[in-house]
């Protein structure tokens, strides 16, 4: 990748079209990605002429569509139609109407009405995610019967095989999954032997419409490879692999991740107004709830003004109580994203948080409380900050692990709300424990 801007700086773009040629999709859009806009022009145009339209897939929605806006609809269409269904509407669905419009009105009429129909299944869902090149079988076929198929298809020029598969489906004249066949077991049958004999019949058959993240905790908790995709009637209309899922790991992990950040994926790329103008409702709904904390500390105004050391350890307080309820939080949301965290067993997962907390809390208190004697030489200031700690982090493991079960309850996605909340109950209850109780304590 270093040869090819070396290439450009020296302006000898054959040598670097002929670089770029011998790079993965996936290398050339991290290309893309780290070159800065006047370069970033000089690629397209280079990669133009024989466009893959893989690399699309690999990059950034924002600079997915600065790239299609310097392809001619044609050439992207017709590159597009190479790539499978799943890809194609994984390339197409983010775009804007004109935009998916022109690409599919140049799609040739089979690919076209494929990816048509992807784009009818909800977003997230099963039927988004899959592709549709299968092989699928009748029951009565034997091992010898696929073998000769499969190789007869492979030297056909309209063989519709995918190029790469796991399993064969077995199917009923309903085109009913009934079992699958994985290929290391075909190889190792006699030629005689019927498929029926020896498929798998407790396969895990996804419904069309099933979320994404189910789909993925399926193939972690059962070690799928592949997964047929079913109509509501049952039908075979697709097949899930195990490449797909891990996009689809990454995607929501990174979703989350940037959620609770308030951030949004292509905020590296956008316009400094554009991304500003994003963050600000984030950082506002924090101004409010900042205040909420002001609030609660101009209550003590009187306290702090008579006992001035109370000001150097109050951030303390809330730091502590602040982190605490951030480990609980990503445990809690973790185990909510997994399925590891329901109705039946919250009482318990959240219940081990306070006792975290409450073990944690002691130990910090007989340590910062010793430091705040030893700093003002005042046991009861030191009294004061331990039986805060104390206060702060029971309640940090409690809110840690209750606010995301209960925004999961509402429907509400958890890794997106919880730590704006959680920052302001550990705030607010370690403000109140520590002022109260400076004010009964030392007044």
Same mark, same amino acid.
């Given at each position: 990748m270093h040869e090819i801007s070396d290439f450009l700086d020296a302006g000898d773009a054959q040598s670097a079209a002929a670089a770029l040629a011998e790079l993965h999709p996936s290398d050339i859009a991290d290309l893309l990605e780290q070159?800065?806009?006047? %370069?970033?022009?000089? =690629?397209?145009?280079?990669?133009?002429?024989?466009?893959? $339209?893989? !690399?699309?897939?690999?990059?950034?929605?924002?600079?997915?569509?600065?790239?299609?806006?310097?392809?001619?609809? @044609?050439?992207?269409a017709a590159a597009v139609a190479e790539l499978d269904t799943d890809d194609a509407v994984d390339v197409i669905q983010d775009l804007d109407e004109e935009a998916q419009r022109s690409i599919l009105a140049n799609l040739p009429p089979e690919a076209r009405a494929l990816v048509e129909e992807g784009l009818t299944y909800p977003e997230y869902s099963a039927g988004?995610?899959?592709?549709?090149?299968?092989?699928?079988?009748?029951?009565?076929?034997?091992?010898?019967?696929? =073998?000769?198929?499969? %190789?007869?298809?492979?030297?056909?020029?309209d063989t519709d095989l995918p190029e790469e598969f796991y399993d064969i489906f077995v199917v009923d004249p309903m085109h009913r999954v009934v079992g699958s066949v994985p290929l290391s077991r075909v190889l190792r049958s006699r030629r005689g032997v019927k498929l029926v004999d020896i498929l798998h019949e407790d396969i895990? %058959?996804?419904? &069309?419409?099933?979320?994404?993240?189910?789909? $993925?905790?399926?193939?972690?908790?059962?070690?799928?490879?592949?997964?047929?995709? #079913?109509?509501?009637?049952? %039908?075979?209309?697709?097949?899930i692999t195990v490449d797909? &899922? #891990?996009? #689809?790991?990454e995607e929501e992990a990174e979703a989350d991740l940037l959620a609770m950040g308030g951030v949004g994926e292509d905020d590296l790329y956008r316009a400094v107004l554009s991304t500003a103008r994003s963050r600000f409702r984030w950082l506002a709904f924090n101004v409010v709830t900042a205040l909420i904390s002001a609030?609660?500390?101009?209550?003590?105004?009187?306290?702090?003004a008579q006992v001035v050391a109370?000001?150097?350890?109050?951030?303390?307080?809330?730091?502590?109580?602040?982190?605490?309820?951030?480990?609980?939080?990503?445990?809690?949301?973790?185990?909510?994203?997994?399925?590891?965290?329901t109705t039946a067993n919250a009482a318990r997962v959240i219940g @081990?948080?306070?006792?975290?907390?409450?073990?944690?809390?002691?130990?910090?208190?007989?340590? #910062?409380?010793?430091? $705040?004697?030893?700093?003002?030489?005042?046991?009861? !200031?030191?009294?004061?900050?331990?039986?805060?700690?104390?206060?702060?982090?029971?309640? $940090?493991?409690?809110?840690?692990?209750?606010?995301?079960?209960?925004?999961?309850?509402?429907?509400?996605?958890?890794?997106?709300?919880?730590?704006?909340?959680?920052?302001?109950?550990?705030?607010?209850?370690?403000?109140?424990?520590?002022?109260?109780?400076?004010? &009964?304590?030392?007044?």
């Open positions: 070159a800065d806009e006047d %370069r970033r022009e000089l =690629l397209i145009a280079l990669l133009r002429p024989q466009f893959d $339209a893989e !690399i699309l897939a690999y990059l950034s929605i924002d600079l997915r569509d600065e790239v299609i806006e310097r392809l001619e609809p @044609k050439a992207l988004r995610l899959m592709g549709r090149q299968f092989v699928s079988v009748p029951e009565f076929w034997t091992v010898g019967g696929l =073998l000769d198929y499969l %190789r007869a298809a492979a030297t056909s020029e895990h %058959r996804i419904a &069309v419409t099933m979320d994404q993240e189910e789909v $993925a905790r399926l193939f972690r908790n059962y070690g799928l490879v592949s997964a047929p995709v #079913v109509d509501a009637g049952g %039908r075979l209309v697709g097949v797909d &899922v #891990v996009d #689809v790991i609030t609660v500390i101009n209550q003590f105004t009187n306290t702090i109370l000001a150097a350890l109050m951030p303390i307080v809330a730091s502590m109580g602040g982190n605490a309820g951030t480990q609980a939080l990503t445990v809690a949301v973790r185990a909510l994203a997994t399925k590891e965290l @081990k948080e306070v006792l975290v907390g409450l073990l944690n809390g002691m130990a910090l208190a007989g340590i #910062v409380g010793g430091i $705040a004697f030893l700093w003002f030489g005042q046991s009861l !200031i030191g009294l004061v900050i331990a039986g805060a700690m104390v206060i702060n982090l029971i309640c $940090a493991g409690l809110f840690g692990g209750l606010i995301p079960f209960v925004l999961d309850r509402m429907k509400i996605d958890p890794a997106v709300a919880s730590g704006v909340f959680l920052t302001m109950v550990t705030d607010v209850v370690g403000f109140l424990a520590f002022l109260g109780l400076a004010t &009964v304590i030392l007044l």
